[in-house]
């Protein structure tokens, strides 16, 4: 199994940074992504943002310019960002992992870890 463990979620004013993190571990075979996506109350899960092996991103059209994703030296672990938030940038944010194995990808998730942006 893979687990991932978040950390950084929290209450910030409008206008103001997190930083989020997530650090897979387990049997990891061979990451093709790691991704930020979030829910809100009554919402569906979206993209946030997306790092791939190569080192490609994208981000959801609400973020660019004020959210950055990045791995870590240890390419197991991402992070996320966040600047110039919100109050519609509250949401749980769950971590994504995207592991090949074979001819086949897999999803893990972590536990979420909740944003909420207030004043």
């Known amino acids: 199994q893979v687990q991932l463990v978040e950390s950084g979620g929290g209450l910030v004013q409008p206008g103001g940074s997190l930083r989020l993190s997530c650090a897979a571990s387990?049997?990891?075979?061979?990451?093709?992504?790691m991704a930020w996506y979030r829910q809100a109350p009554g919402n569906q899960r979206e993209l946030v943002a997306v790092?791939?092996?190569?080192?490609?991103?994208n981000y959801d059209d609400s973020v660019k310019g004020r959210f950055t994703i990045s791995r870590g030296n240890a390419k197991n672990t991402v992070y996320l960002e966040m600047n110039s938030l919100k109050p519609e940038d509250t949401a749980v944010y769950y971590c994504?992992?995207?592991?090949?194995?074979?001819?086949?990808?897999?999803?893990?998730w972590g536990q979420g870890t909740q944003v909420t942006v207030t004043s």
């Open positions: 994504n992992v995207k592991d090949r194995r074979g001819l086949n990808e897999y999803d893990f």
């Open positions: 387990g049997s990891i075979f061979s990451i093709n992504a």
């Open positions: 790092i791939t092996s190569g080192g490609r991103t």
